[in-house]
């Protein structure tokens, strides 16, 4: 899987600091024979407090009360960490002896957005009412 490095370009210093990163990674992976991509976007809004209440009580409460795994009930604390697991990986690493290490999100990430936390809980909830006949009142 592909490795990402994010940097945030919030002034003329940081500029600096990208290109010297930039500058220092290319021709290490290049050596490789592996391009890099490029991509410059427009930081998006971190997800909201509300988007972090629903999550953490609606969404969950209705999950641990409802959902059961082979008759067996589990905790908020359990589902988080499950579709946490489930739905937000972000990076995968494989060291030189084969062991994989993944890297998830976490929706206090600053780069965690709106976006991202809309498509999570929805993917969340469809999951929910599919696999475990959760009801989710609006």
Not at 9 to 32: E, H, R, S, V
Request: glycine share 6%; net charge neutral; aromatic share 14%.
């Amino acid at each position: 899987m592909a490795q990402s490095i994010e940097i945030l370009l919030d002034g003329p210093d940081a500029l600096g600091k990208a290109q010297a990163m930039l500058n220092k990674a290319a021709p290490a992976y290049w050596k490789q024979g592996q391009p890099l991509w490029l991509c410059l976007t427009t930081q998006e809004q971190q997800n909201t407090p509300a988007q972090k209440r629903y999550w953490n009580g609606p969404v969950l409460d209705a999950i641990a009360a409802q959902a059961r795994w082979d008759g067996q009930r589990f905790p908020k604390e359990f589902w988080k960490e499950y579709y946490r697991r489930l739905f937000l990986l972000r990076d995968e690493f494989t060291t030189p002896d084969g062991e994989i290490f993944n890297r998830y999100w976490s929706t206090a990430d600053r780069a965690f957005s709106v976006r991202m936390m809309a498509d999570f809980l929805d993917k969340v909830q469809a999951h929910a009412a599919t696999e475990w006949g959760v009801i989710f009142n609006v």
